[in-house]
Each structure stands twice: as structure tokens, then as C-alpha cells.
């Protein structure tokens, strides 16, 4: 399985290198792309999230998903990015303009996007999506659209996907118990960036990883500690990010 570390936009300057050498799998918000990222197009497994919703949330007046689509595929197009994700906002503005946009996207970028499956849709969606596409992704996770209670249904959407030769994302979703029950082709996590904002260190040890206090004494807003506990933070999930991709 494939770990994509998301929300590197923020990194302080003198780790950004560091995660471009060493980080081979990450998600990338095109509304808080930084110029420096783009040095991540070419790695291993580079995906790039529409960030349409919060887009949406940073509108105060009418929300254009039109004109902002027009923008995604511009930088898509110059930047030649190969995985990228629809625009989905279906409790916004319907699946059926979701759909209406998602055939803009790829009938002017020439290539196939990663549609977002949302329960809402369906199975009859799902199974359809998961026969015409190579790579989909489900989300729901990070909003708690899909809860835990439902993750015993997420087994059978995979082996629906497995029969149809289709890879399949879990955006949002590194619940460190069900990730090694529910087999994703790859993930997404925002987690490894708590250290940054509440203070959280990470350390992995026996496979997974642990959440422990940090140093007394540290103070979260000293800019020294926190360039350092980043740092800690990412070496720590790189080694989990290596262990998935070897085991999971």
C-alpha cells in the first residue's frame, strides 16, 4: 500500500528538501500548491487533489466551479500531471454537474481523472465507475461521511474493484487499525503534520506508529522545536509510509 503524505505545502523551509529526496508517495491540494512542490511531479506517485471544497469555503460571494475547473485544467495541462482527482462536490451542486464537469476535465486534459465515489451514489455507481476507470478513489473518510461502523462494506467495494482490475484510493484514510485490514491500492494522510499543530510526536515502533509527549520543557511555538519536530515527524512516517509499501 501506498502512503501519501498530504499537506506538505506548509513544511518550513529547511525540511521542504528533505521531503522532496526522501518522500517517494504524496497528495497535493491544487488550491494550496507552492511553487517548490512542483519538484514532487515526478515522484514515484504524485496525486493532486482538486481542493474544490475548500475553495468553495474560501468564497464569499458566489462560488464559481466553473471558472476555478478552467484554472485545474490549465495547470494540469502545463504541468503534464497524470493523477489527478475530480471535482467532487456532488452534496454542492449534484452528481449530475459533477459528472458534466468531470467530461470537461478529461476531454480537455485527454486523460482520465480519479473519479470520487461518495456512498451517496451508490453501488450500481461504484461498480460502473470502478469498470470504465483504472484508479478511483472513495471519500467520505476525513468528513466522516463513512464512519467506522462502515468499514465492514468497504471490503466488498475493494473486491469489486479487484475484479475489475481497478486500483482503488482511500482519500483521507490512515486509521491505523483498518489499514491492514482494508487493503487500498493507496492512501492519504493530513496526520503526520499534527506535530506542527498540536504538538503531536510520532514515533514508529513494532510496525505502526505511537503518539507520545513531546519533551518537557518544548514549547510548541519556538521555531527551532518545531522545524525539529516536523522533521522527526516525517522521518518517522517515511519508515511507516516504507513498512506499508513492503507489507500492507
Not at 501519501?4 to 525540511?15: I, R, Y
Not at 459533477?98 to 480537455?108: G, P, Q, W, Y
Request: hydrophobic share 35%.
Amino acid at each position: 500500500m501506498r502512503v501519501c503524505l498530504a499537506a506538505s505545502e506548509s513544511l518550513t523551509k529547511s525540511n521542504r528538501s528533505f521531503f522532496v529526496e526522501n518522500c517517494p508517495y504524496s497528495l497535493v491540494s491544487f488550491f494550496y500548491i507552492d511553487k517548490w512542490q512542483s519538484a514532487l511531479f515526478n515522484s514515484d506517485l504524485f496525486l493532486l487533489d482538486s481542493g474544490a471544497f475548500t475553495f468553495m469555503n474560501s468564497c464569499k460571494g458566489t462560488v464559481d466551479f466553473d471558472s476555478y475547473l478552467t484554472k485545474y485544467i490549465k495547470f494540469i495541462n502545463k504541468n503534464d500531471i497524470k493523477y489527478f482527482f475530480e471535482l467532487d462536490v456532488d452534496a454542492i451542486v449534484g452528481y449530475p454537474k459533477v459528472v458534466e464537469m468531470r467530461s470537461k476535465l478529461e476531454r480537455e486534459t485527454g486523460k482520465q481523472c480519479i473519479p470520487v465515489w461518495h456512498k451517496s451514489r451508490g453501488l450500481n455507481n461504484w461498480i460502473e465507475l470502478t469498470k470504465q476507470y483504472d484508479y478511483v478513489a472513495i471519500g467520505g473518510f476525513a468528513i466522516k461521511d463513512i464512519k467506522e461502523r462502515d468499514y465492514k462494506y468497504i471490503t466488498e467495494l475493494l473486491n469489486i474493484a479487484k475484479k475489475n482490475n481497478c486500483k482503488v484510493h482511500g482519500l483521507g484514510f490512515t486509521n491505523l487499525k483498518y489499514i491492514r485490514i482494508l487493503h487500498f491500492y493507496s492512501v492519504d494522510s493530513t496526520s503526520w503534520r499534527s506535530g506542527s499543530r498540536f504538538g503531536t510526536v510520532y514515533l514508529f515502533r513494532n510496525n505502526t506508529l505511537k503518539q507520545v509527549k513531546p519533551p518537557k520543557g518544548k514549547r510548541l511555538k519556538s521555531g527551532e522545536y518545531l522545524s525539529e519536530m516536523e522533521l522527526h515527524n516525517l522521518v518517522e512516517w517515511l519508515k511507516f509510509q516504507d513498512y506499508a509499501d513492503k507489507y500492507l
